[in-house]
């Protein structure tokens, strides 16, 4: 079945630091790539996505690049600011149609001035 | 546009009672989800609904949880009796079409936090 692996956590930067999240999957064929957040207190969002290979996903200075070849979508920011602060998410769902959101772990990001 | 409401926020009960959660979609959106979230994990899908009918319940324990969608509007999912093991954040979503693709994103509400002590 379909899996997702994410660096774990948690990761503590300083303000202004270069940020990667690694995340990895296993899937059939070709699936969409999602990446959410969560700040503390609120559900999930919706940060990017990318629904096929070399696609890459941006919002919020945020990316993530969709690698076929690596199994990969690893998301980065150049430079974090605190209220970046939440738990992020890898996620996928599979092409083959009705197929369930499969998660990872998530990794807390936290922030440090 | 209003969000995935759900309430209450936070319920803590003993084992062996019963607990419910409701859930309101954003409007127009056909499709929902139950999502438990265990501490330090993902969210894991309980239970799918398409308007008012189930579309997938494969990971639903059915001999003590329960969901419905009447209406094909809001829903309401049930445990009875709680474990302790069912400590965790209940989370709803609702996108706007059957199933996912790369036009339908899952909206999430803000979750229920269960702790069965």
């Known amino acids: 079945g379909n899996s997702v692996t994410q660096m774990e956590g948690p990761v503590t930067l300083s303000e202004e630091a270069f940020l990667t999240i690694n995340c990895t999957y296993t899937a059939t064929g070709y699936p969409s790539l999602f990446w959410y957040v969560q700040y503390p207190g609120e559900g999930l969002q919706l940060l990017l996505k990318?629904?096929?290979?070399?696609d890459k996903g941006s919002n919020k200075g945020f990316e993530a690049t969709y690698r076929k070849e690596t199994t990969s979508f690893h998301l980065e920011k150049g430079s974090v600011q605190v209220s970046d602060s939440a738990v992020y998410f890898c996620?996928?769902?599979?092409?083959?149609?009705?197929?369930?959101?499969?998660f990872g772990t998530g990794t807390r990001l936290t922030i440090i001035p | 546009e209003a969000g995935v409401a759900q309430s209450p926020r936070y319920k803590i009960i003993e084992k062996r009672q019963s607990v419910a959660f409701w859930c309101n979609p954003i409007?127009?959106?056909?499709?929902l989800y139950w999502y438990q979230q265990i501490l330090g994990q993902g969210p894991k899908l309980l239970i799918q609904f398409q308007n008012n009918g189930v579309v997938d319940d494969s990971q639903l324990p059915k001999d003590r949880f329960s969901a419905e969608r009447l209406k094909g509007v809001d829903s309401t999912l049930k445990i009875q009796p709680a474990k302790l093991e069912d400590s965790a954040v209940y989370l709803c979503?609702?996108?706007?079409?059957?199933?996912?693709?790369?036009?339908?994103?899952?909206?999430f509400g803000a979750g229920t936090r269960l702790s069965v002590l």
């Open positions: 979503a609702s996108s706007s079409a059957r199933g996912m693709n790369d036009k339908n994103i899952q909206y």
């Open positions: 996620a996928l769902i599979g092409n083959f149609g009705n197929e369930k959101l499969t």
């Open positions: 990318a629904t096929k290979a070399d």
């Open positions: 409007s127009g959106h056909a499709t």
